[in-house]
């Protein structure tokens, strides 16, 4: 009988096993008996969760009398999948204080549990728990352990576990470097791609893609070609993953022209690889090309709420109406316009198109507000100088348990400088460090500088700007020398300019500021010595440019 069974439950397994064949199974064998027989519980459990009754594969663990560690595992990974991690915690605590050892799946599964609930106590307390339990050399924990410090940005802590092994496999490696290029340590990740090699072992395209995933700046595009020449050589180019990971590569570099040439070598590309695509165009500036992209793409893939997000954010930039309005239908159609990701593109998208009153439609309609939305009104207002309307906006969040970040006290600075009120920016900027614990950026001070200097508080504004050191961003520089430049005040400015020019790389833009100043006093002298000298350094200044879209 029990022989039957078992040979049962296995053919069963390899059939798409629906809620009614699990329940109906169930029954089978509480009417024979034997389902508090561990194995067979283990089975069902399995079933119930691969078909997301949770409610059913606890209820069927708790009546099992002798809960083996297979049995364990199976609840203790339906809750962790199902994000139920609280419940998982406690089932691994109370599986801590039975009888059954946990081995290490139980601990991968687990610390796995901790990577994605952020928490590093509970990490530091299971990594203890697998020395304690004498797995501290297991490859299968170390692999979790690595992988889960990583996800936490504690790379080091990773590499203190990967050291600490003796039994490195690629499964090991591959999660090292993916560790690195997770957290953007590409020199490191290159450097154990390296030593790798060294000892024998062969990378394989997971090790490829952990890799990749770490050269995310322009600069390290030459570095980025010797690693899709390695691929070339070694045969990985006709592995979809890698290719995927390559478009996203060059994408980040951009690199357009060779994101698209290995784009089109994929004959299925799949979301990720048109996201990454998509988003590299819009990231270089090429919001139209990312638009056409789209449409080619909504023939065969549905997007998600992150790709939706940054086609709002182009066409946001393009500043074109329509573009905007077709992808807001486009996610009414699709059931995306609910999402608060893509409410929030779209409050951004209709602010800076002109139409402030529909992206304040969109966010009173919104089923469920996060900060990034209430961001995005703040942000939206002070665009048009509504500062009381911002500061409305700020209290609602704050009274809402919500908890304002850096983008938030951006935006109320913005505003506050937009519309002139330098007593309530005061305020703003003090609080901000005071009772929410955020430190100014350049961001901040950019706007605030600005703020002060433009109300003719200019030496203040220079005692801001000087008590910053020596790195002090161009960007701030360049609020003080506006602010000089609103009240015609040249020989502050130019006392500015001389220091900037000993201090920034990059002049070219002062430069320019400190010749139109000249320009205004008509010391025209001056202004041909200063662009006689841009003329030789080969520095050009972008005209702009206007257009209205009918």
Same mark, same amino acid.
């Given at each position: 009988m029990f022989v039957?069974?078992? =040979?049962?439950?296995?053919?069963?397994?390899?059939?798409?096993?629906?809620?009614?064949?699990?329940?109906?199974?169930?029954?089978?064998?509480?009417?024979t008996c034997i389902f508090h027989d561990p194995f067979y519980s283990t089975k069902i459990i399995r079933f119930y969760a691969s078909n997301d009754d949770l409610t059913s594969a606890r209820h069927l663990f708790d009546e099992t009398p002798n809960r083996t560690v297979y049995l364990w595992n199976s609840t203790i990974r339906a809750h962790a999948q199902t994000h139920c991690f609280h419940d998982a915690f406690t089932l691994f605590n109370q599986m801590l204080a039975s009888e059954t050892n946990p081995d290490h799946f139980t601990f991968a599964c687990i610390s796995r549990a901790c990577a994605d609930t952020h928490d590093l106590k509970s990490l530091r307390f299971v990594h203890a728990v697998v020395i304690v339990s004498g797995l501290g050399m297991d490859s299968v924990c170390g692999s979790a352990l690595v992988s889960a410090y990583s996800k936490l940005g504690l790379v080091g802590d990773a590499r203190m576990v990967f050291d600490g092994l003796n039994d490195r496999d690629l499964v090991l490696y591959n999660t090292m470097i993916a560790g690195y290029g997770s957290c953007g340590n590409w020199e490191k990740g290159l450097h154990l791609f390296n030593a790798m090699r060294r000892?024998?072992?062969?990378?394989?395209?997971?090790?490829?893609?952990?890799?990749?995933?770490?050269?995310?700046?322009?600069?390290?595009?030459?570095?980025?070609?010797?690693?899709?020449?390695?691929?070339?050589?070694?045969?990985?180019?006709?592995?979809?993953?890698?290719?995927?990971?390559?478009?996203?590569?060059?994408?980040?570099? =951009?690199?357009?022209?060779?994101?698209?040439?290995?784009?089109? =070598?994929? !004959?299925?590309?799949?979301?990720?690889?048109?996201?990454?695509?998509?988003?590299?165009?819009?990231?270089? +500036?090429?919001?139209?090309?990312?638009?056409?992209?789209?449409?080619?793409?909504?023939?065969f893939r549905k997007p998600d709420s992150i790709l939706m997000a940054t086609l709002l954010a182009a066409t946001a930039q393009m500043a074109v109406l329509a573009s905007g309005v077709e992808i807001h239908g486009y996610a009414i159609r699709h059931n995306l316009d609910s999402d608060t990701m893509v409410s929030s593109a779209l409050i951004d998208m209709y602010a800076k198109c002109g139409f402030l009153e529909f992206a304040l439609k969109v966010f009173d309609q919104m089923p469920k507000r996060n900060m990034v939305s209430y961001n995005s009104v703040i942000a939206s207002l002070g665009l048009y100088g509504l500062a009381h309307e911002a500061f409305n906006v700020f209290r609602e969040a704050v009274e809402r348990d919500l908890k304002p970040d850096e983008s938030t006290?951006?935006?109320?600075?913005?505003?506050?400088?937009?519309?002139?009120?330098?007593?309530?920016?005061?305020?703003?900027?003090? +609080?901000?460090?005071?009772?929410?614990?955020?430190?100014?950026?350049?961001?901040?001070?950019?706007?605030?500088?600005?703020?002060?200097?433009?109300?003719?508080?200019?030496?203040?504004?220079?005692?801001?700007?000087?008590?910053?050191?020596?790195?002090?961003? !161009?960007?701030?520089?360049?609020?003080?020398? =506006?602010?000089?430049?609103?009240?015609?005040?040249?020989?502050?400015?130019?006392?500015?300019?001389?220091?900037?020019?000993?201090?920034?790389?990059?002049?070219?833009?002062?430069?320019?500021?400190?010749?139109?100043?000249?320009?205004?006093?008509? +010391?025209?002298?001056?202004?041909?010595?200063?662009?006689?000298?841009?003329?030789?350094?080969?520095?050009?200044?972008?005209?702009?440019? !206007?257009?209205?879209?009918?």
């Open positions: 039957h069974f078992k =040979s049962l439950v296995f053919e069963l397994s390899k059939l798409n096993q629906t809620l009614t064949r699990t329940k109906s199974f169930h029954a089978l064998l509480i009417k000892m024998g072992n062969q990378p394989d395209g997971y090790t490829v893609v952990g890799l990749l995933s770490g050269f995310t700046q322009s600069n390290l595009l030459e570095i980025g070609q010797g690693v899709h020449g390695y691929c070339l050589k070694n045969g990985f180019d006709s592995n979809a993953h890698i290719n995927s990971m390559l478009v996203s590569m060059y994408s980040r570099c =951009s690199c357009m022209i060779s994101a698209y040439k290995v784009f089109n =070598s994929l !004959s299925h590309p799949d979301l990720v690889t048109w996201s990454a695509l998509i988003s590299g165009f819009s990231q270089s +500036r090429e919001y139209r090309k990312a638009l056409i992209l789209f449409k080619k793409m909504s023939c006290f951006c935006g109320l600075l913005s505003a506050c400088s937009h519309g002139g009120f330098v007593n309530e920016g005061r305020d703003i900027f003090t +609080r901000m460090d005071a009772d929410f614990g955020i430190k100014p950026k350049t961001e901040h001070y950019v706007h605030f500088v600005k703020l002060i200097g433009m109300a003719g508080e200019l030496e203040e504004a220079y005692n801001i700007v000087w008590s910053l050191g020596d790195d002090v961003d !161009s960007g701030v520089w360049g609020a003080l020398l =506006s602010c000089y430049d609103a009240h015609n005040d040249s020989r502050l400015a130019e006392v500015v300019a001389r220091r900037v020019f000993d201090k920034q790389r990059d002049r070219s833009a002062y430069k320019v500021m400190v010749s139109n100043f000249h320009a205004g006093n008509g +010391r025209w002298d001056d202004v041909k010595k200063l662009r006689d000298d841009l003329d030789y350094v080969g520095n050009k200044k972008v005209c702009g440019i !206007s257009w209205i879209g009918i």
